[in-house]
């Protein structure tokens, strides 16, 4: 149980365009999700905090109107890279958080990334 | 920078042996834990350890935690070629629940 489904699991764009990602959690409802970028043979470092039906956090340093992100339902997230650009090209992996209780209670589920190749 | 240090950065082991790796954190913590990252895919969660533990196992997976120098180690025995991955611990502070904080990873090579 709890899988978590990001789409797509790459992509390619020209410089300019816009790219939407998409994180389910296919099989628990995650209040919360998190938005990772991760550099080749780097940590993961947070972009910011998926609150569903509210404003995302975003972490410091992470531009708002670049990185547009909504939490419109309880198992779907979605982070949209506005007129990309190729320093945007990186690996993006969401998370969602098992808020069920019990032993697993604040262990994150991660989806498989999406890797984004600007031209 | 909250962010944790691992080491050492990359292990290579034959087949067989343990690979021990270790992470420093700078903040007080709820709990540990533990993920595995092959290469270009997402995150596995191995083991999450709370910080009112000291020790947990899990298959051939043994975690230790010491909040007082704020350091955790993973042990894998008995190592496999399917182990090469890269491994990042990931502490979460004493506030938002599951707003974890990753370190920098140890690359783990393991050969036949």
């Known amino acids: 149980g709890a899988v978590v489904s990001q789409h797509p699991s790459w992509v390619i764009c020209k410089s300019g365009t816009s790219v939407k990602i998409e994180c389910r959690s296919l099989?628990?409802?995650?209040?919360?999700m998190f938005w990772y970028r991760q550099f080749p043979k780097q940590s993961l470092m947070l972009m910011a905090t998926?609150?569903?039906?509210?404003?995302?956090?975003?972490e410091q340093g992470v531009e708002k109107d670049k990185f547009l992100i909504n939490h419109a339902s309880l198992t779907l997230s979605t982070l949209t890279v506005t007129s990309a650009h190729p320093e945007d090209s990186s690996f993006y992996i969401c998370?969602?958080?098992?808020?069920?209780?019990?032993?697993?209670?604040?262990?994150?589920?991660f989806g498989e990334g999406s890797r984004l190749t600007v031209l | 920078s909250q962010q944790g240090e691992e080491d050492p950065q990359a292990l290579s082991i034959q087949e067989g042996e343990n690979a021990t790796m270790n992470c420093s954190y700078k903040t007080s913590i709820n709990n540990l834990q533990w993920y595995r990252q092959n290469s270009g895919r997402g995150l596995v969660h191995l083991i999450l350890?709370?910080?009112?533990?000291r020790e947990k196992h899990s298959g051939r997976l043994r975690v230790t935690l010491d909040t007082s120098k704020k350091s955790s180690s993973l042990l894998i025995t008995a190592s496999r070629a399917a182990d090469t991955a890269s491994y990042f611990c990931a502490t979460d502070g004493t506030g938002t629940a599951s707003k974890l904080t990753f370190g920098t990873g140890t690359r783990l090579q393991v050969t036949l």
């Open positions: 099989d628990f409802q995650a209040t919360t």
């Open positions: 350890i709370r910080s009112n533990e």
């Open positions: 998370s969602a958080s098992h808020l069920a209780g019990g032993p697993r209670i604040g262990e994150l589920f």
């Open positions: 998926s609150n569903e039906g509210s404003k995302a956090t975003y």
